[in-house]
């Protein structure tokens, strides 16, 4: 019979203190991964776990705590490769606005926002109308959001608890280079992808060079 892994999240340690409460009959073994900020537990069964999934769901609710069920392969070996989001994921600020903020602009970018976040615009037309924002913008300004960029606790955890299994972390972004790059070496992430401004005369133009890196280019 395939063997099963459950995988408890919680952004409150507390929270997990009791983990126990999930170790049904059949459970091979527990581990967990602790900061000061977060906690995972990772179970894992020497049976299937899919008819136990919705009390496991109910439970973890109880304790505030995110559920991941990983299937097939996942299931029982580590993963070679793990791909964040950046922007309010491994970071707690989002880029746009930190660059908007610096161009005098946060009103304009965040009305553009809560056009994409209605559904009126999709992700590249948001994008070319925020960068748009940041014409004029002299380069200094890139290194002063960098700067400001708030690491999400626990990231740098993450990706030396993954190289420990072997595995590679990669973060793809629909945010900018000039920050991506820098947020990726002082982490330790293995390789990173997002969208790059261009500069003209230490200057932004308000356009972005290349493809763009959207939801679909982050599932490739």
């Not at 899919?50 to 996942?74: I, Y």
Request: glycine fraction near 10%; charge should be negative; charged fraction near 20%.
């Amino acid at each position: 019979m395939m063997s099963s892994r459950v995988i408890l999240v919680s952004d409150d340690r507390s929270s997990l203190r009791s983990p126990g409460t999930l170790l049904w009959p059949g459970s091979a073994c527990m581990r967990g991964i602790h900061t000061s900020d977060w906690a995972a537990h990772i179970f894992e069964y020497a049976m299937s776990f899919e008819g136990n999934m919705t009390q496991v769901r109910e439970l973890a609710a109880q304790t505030g705590a995110g559920v991941l069920h990983p299937h097939g392969a996942l299931a029982v070996e580590p993963p070679g490769l793990i791909v964040c989001d950046v922007d309010s994921t491994v970071t707690r600020t989002e880029a746009i606005d930190l660059l908007a903020e610096c161009a005098g602009k946060a009103e304009e970018v965040s009305e553009v926002t809560a056009r994409a976040m209605a559904g009126t615009l999709d992700f590249a037309e948001s994008l070319h109308e925020r960068v748009k924002c940041l014409e004029g913008l002299h380069v200094g300004a890139l290194e002063e959001a960098r700067k400001a960029t708030v690491v999400a606790p626990g990231a740098t955890e993450l990706v030396a608890a993954a190289h420990e299994v072997g595995a590679a972390v990669g973060l793809v972004s629909g945010g900018f280079t000039a920050l991506v790059d820098p947020l990726a070496a002082e982490i330790g992430a293995d390789f990173s992808a997002s969208n790059e401004l261009e500069i003209v005369d230490d200057h932004l133009t308000g356009r972005v060079v290349g493809n763009i890196v959207d939801r679909a280019a982050k599932a490739t």
